[in-house]
């Protein structure tokens, strides 16, 4: 294979890894799409790791990677279907190492992916204050009216605690979520809607709200981000760390390739 062919294939591999998934054309905040896999294990809802590590076969180690994601928070999910179909999320606000009522984590859907300025009746708010108040928001197609049509922890639950993990050897905010998709139902979306998670620590206030999408807003759907659901689970190959790996790989290799490599000169015979 020539050098040239082979350096460009692993530039295209090294810059696929980092743009996963592919983005999608539509209205949503392009470059923010997560693909939302079935999980091989569900995973022990208490509010901190119960396995240590990324690795394939760990608790989260069959989630996908979110791309874009702030420095300072870090947010997984994947699904299970037991009962009902239950949406199951990590959120790690790495930086908050204080309990403070002023912090919250929320989470927005857009049940219908149809986007718009403001909230209609299909998007939904779930905001969770520091001091553990739960607050559920139904969009009235100018904003938001408070929703109580839901059942905890059957149809929401979310654990918490203060305790290290994988990502951050401190001791930090780290949240698990679940979600009931047969209460708050998806399916309007084609299993793709859009949706909004963000953290906010009270004791960093000049950090400000840490969202993904970066900046989004949660009164305009608009601004958004992607969930695209699947059946599958997640192939060995991208979880987090062959994607390291992977992009480690093409890295060297092309490091190698560039490298200039030294010329012979021929002597021509007398």
Known sequence: MKRSVLLAFNIILLCGLLALPTALVSAYSEGYENTNYAATDPPV???AWTDDGWT?????????????LPDTFLWREK???PDVILQHFL?????DNTTDSGDYFEFCIDLSANGGTAPDENDFRIHYDGD???TVYNGDGSGW???TDYLVPDDIQIEESMSSSPSNDESHWVLEFNLNKDKFDISGSGYAPWIRLAVYDASNDTAGVQAWPLDSSPDVPDEWGLEIGTIDTIPEALTVGVVVLLSSVAVAVSFYMLRKRPQMTVMAKN
């Open 45 to 47: 809802t208490d509010g």
């Open 145 to 147: 009216v408070e929703y």
């Open 79 to 81: 699904w299970t279907q």
């Open 56 to 68: 394939y076969g760990t608790e989260w180690g069959d989630s996908g990677i979110p791309p874009n």
């Open 91 to 95: 959120i790690e606000a790495l930086t």
């Open 132 to 134: 553990g108040t739960l």
